[in-house]
């Protein structure tokens, strides 16, 4: 379909983007920095070119400006994506020729349709070749299928009791890890029940095990309210009201995605964050940021700053946070 350059700085947004992107049929090409995605844009001429405002080195205002400057990339469309919402700003991007400003954080539905109606005409596809349903929907769902091997490292156990055997077994050094992170909190490690008093292993099931995700959040209508929703949708829910229940919890079952409030009870979320990266057993789960006191730009930094794999402004509607568990974990 159509040639789409995207200029980002952060990798874990360029990958969601291309591959659901390219799920859609279009060839995408990536730049890290302005000045390699203005060369980029002159040799390849794209399309469109999707842009960060936010880069290492030099404004995406002002990147913009340069390749409306330029005679071989002035009839690009560029389509702006930032953190900063003040109307000042955005008028000055649309004024210096930016077709669209989307802000982040953004809903991924809203920000592919922004792409395509600023997609050149040339670039759709013949009417009388359209794509077989059927083919689309089998692309789509392998795209999905890489998302999720890129982020999660460990598959599960293919047996629901050989599952609960290796939790089981591991006991141990979930205590030897509990005490180093609990050390931070000054918070002793509680005593767990010996192996004799552990409940049986469940009956195996039929069918793959449901993806399970972690909140900890000390807000109970907001965890009440998104535990319900993504439980609906098949997904295996946990709840922790502090850090240091959360750090036990994501220990013990090692969730396939961790939304973790930065304002906690007994421990914050960053010292919470922290002990997962410390962690050969967490240090592989997908965290995303959750904050509804800090800006979105500010939320953004964090999330870098902590190493999280993104962030969510709160509130959110149930329905946009879904959108996005599905796109890093699946259904």
Do not use: W
Request: charged fraction near 30%; aromatic fraction near 4%; charge should be neutral.
């Amino acid at each position: 379909m159509a040639k789409i350059l995207v200029i980002e700085d952060e990798p874990d947004q360029v990958k969601l983007i291309k591959l659901r992107l390219e799920a859609r049929g279009h060839r995408v090409l990536s730049a890290g920095k302005a000045k390699e995605g203005i060369e980029l844009a002159a040799r390849e001429k794209p399309d469109l070119v999707l842009m960060d405002m936010i880069l290492p080195d030099m404004h995406g205002l002002d990147a913009a400006i340069k390749l409306k400057k330029n005679p071989e990339t002035r009839a690009i469309p560029v389509i702006a994506i930032s953190a900063i919402g003040s109307p000042d700003f955005t008028k000055a991007c649309l004024q210096e020729g930016i077709v669209a400003y989307v802000r982040k954080p953004y809903d991924p539905r809203e920000l592919f349709k922004t792409i395509e109606k600023h997609v050149r005409p040339g670039a759709t596809p013949k009417a009388d070749k359209p794509k077989p349903a059927a083919a689309a929907e089998k692309v789509y769902r392998d795209k999905l299928t890489e998302i999720e091997k890129q982020f999660k490292q460990k598959p599960p156990p293919s047996h629901p009791s050989a599952r609960h055997e290796s939790e089981f077994q591991h006991e141990p050094d979930i205590d030897e890890m509990l005490k180093g992170a609990l050390a931070d909190f000054r918070i002793p490690v509680e005593k767990k029940p010996s192996a004799q008093a552990s409940a049986p292993a469940p009956a195996a099931e039929s069918g793959p095990r449901p993806k399970s995700i972690l909140i900890i959040d000390d807000d109970m209508s907001f965890g009440r309210v998104i535990s319900t929703h993504l439980a609906g949708h098949g997904y295996e829910v946990s709840l922790a009201l502090d850090g240091v229940s959360g750090l036990k919890q994501a220990f013990q079952k090692r969730p396939d995605l961790v939304l973790l409030n930065l304002i906690l009870p007994a421990g914050g979320g960053e010292t919470v964050l922290e002990n997962f990266r410390k962690s050969p057993e967490a240090g592989g789960i997908p965290v995303f940021v959750m904050s509804g006191l800090l800006s979105s730009k500010k939320l953004e930094e964090k999330a870098r700053e902590l190493g999280a794999q993104g962030f969510i402004s709160k509130p959110i509607d149930p329905e946009d946070l879904l959108y996005i568990i599905e796109s890093v974990i699946g259904g």
